[in-house]
């Protein structure tokens, strides 16, 4: 018997040649799952930092809306309500000292529009007729809009950088002048 035929009917490394075809299979469906995970938990953190922000401006006084078109007044001063509406969405407080919620926030694109409406859409088609505090006027909304590159966990090392995918959100909420 040749030392070939021997090799060809030994089984003592199978297991091992196996497990090394498989690896890089199984590593890349555990990355690619941490890297879904990732994704959505950021999106998640986004949303409800949009929401947020979007409730802090609907809780600003009347007169801090004067038009209801456009973008929030007083926009790009220090304190205002377009800028602390932003960090409120970026920060979480109105500390410019806390912590960024979500990573590249220096190529964020934000917008704080306001519209003037007097009905809202019930979702089925139709409108719903303002009452309360609206009945008599229209309804100053405030509409924040967030979109913010997304930052890969994995980053290049498995060929995935994250680059041209975007988390976006959108939160609108009625003025309410408390």
């Not at 995970?37 to 929401?51: M, Q, S, T």
């Not at 704080?112 to 309804?139: F, R, V």
Request: proline share 3%; hydrophobic share 40%.
């Amino acid at each position: 018997m040749s030392w070939l035929s021997k090799l060809a009917k030994d089984k003592r490394g199978t297991a091992a040649a196996e497990m090394a075809l498989v690896t890089p299979l199984l590593l890349s469906l555990l990355m690619s799952a941490a890297e879904l995970g990732n994704y959505f938990y950021d999106e998640h953190k986004l949303i409800k930092a949009v929401r947020d922000g979007a409730r802090y401006a609907a809780r600003q006084k009347f007169s801090n809306f004067s038009t209801c078109s456009g973008s929030v007044p007083t926009s790009g001063t220090a304190g205002s309500v377009y800028e602390n509406t932003k960090l409120m969405v970026r920060k979480g407080a109105l500390d410019t000292n806390a912590n960024d919620l979500l990573p590249n926030w220096d190529s964020v694109t934000f917008s704080a529009t306001m519209s003037c409406t007097t009905s809202l859409d019930d979702g089925a088609g139709g409108n719903l007729t303002l009452g309360g505090i609206y009945a008599a006027t229209s309804a100053p909304t405030v509409v924040v809009t967030v979109s913010l590159p997304y930052r890969s966990i994995i980053g290049t090392a498995f060929g995935f950088s994250g680059y041209g995918v975007s988390l976006n959100a959108t939160q609108s909420a009625a003025v309410m002048g408390l």
